[in-house]
């Protein structure tokens, strides 16, 4: 049987990290919701494509 080991401090920054890992899956409307299959094909596309990419920073920047 596994032992499971509780920390009863934890530090302020594994707090935040926990609280904001635990908020972002809350706050995410697509959360627990299958791909379907054009998309799963697109990001398989995407993925071995030798395009170059945008970041996200530079498309925020354009649409400020």
Known sequence: ??????YKKLT???KSFIVRAIQEILNDPD???ELNKKAK????QAAVSKQKT???SEI???YR
């Open 12 to 14: 302020p920054q594994i």
């Open 54 to 56: 945008i970041p996200f």
């Open 41 to 44: 094909k697109r990001l398989r």
């Open 31 to 33: 959360f627990g919701l």
């Open 1 to 6: 049987m596994a032992t499971i080991t509780v």
């Open 60 to 62: 925020k920047k354009n």
